[in-house]
């Protein structure tokens, strides 16, 4: 986290978030059960698994639920001057 918050969806909650770790797990799936029938690692994909290239978080927000990539909740904060530090 290496700014302040604010929720571009409901616009105002500055303080209460939830920050979700994503922790991705490569696995190959069955087309007709649906079994998991491989787990990979980042040291064994195979030729044709592309290694997750997403967020390490997410953000949401706990007033109104939206969740957004952390940039998105900085950015807005950024781009609205807090009226507490005036």
Do not use: W
């Not at 105002?12 to 059960?33: A, C, H, L, Y």
């Not at 967020?55 to 009226?83: D, H, M, W």
């Amino acid at each position: 986290m290496s700014g302040p918050y604010l929720c571009p969806g409901c616009k105002t909650n500055r303080t209460r978030f939830n920050v979700i770790e994503q922790i991705p797990k490569g696995i190959k799936m069955d087309p007709q059960s649906g079994e998991i029938v491989e787990e990979y690692s980042n040291d064994n994909l195979d030729m044709f698994h592309i290694p997750y290239q997403g967020s390490k978080y997410r953000v949401q927000c706990a007033a109104c639920g939206l969740i957004e990539n952390e940039e998105t909740f900085i950015a807005r904060a950024n781009s609205q001057k807090n009226p507490f530090l005036s």
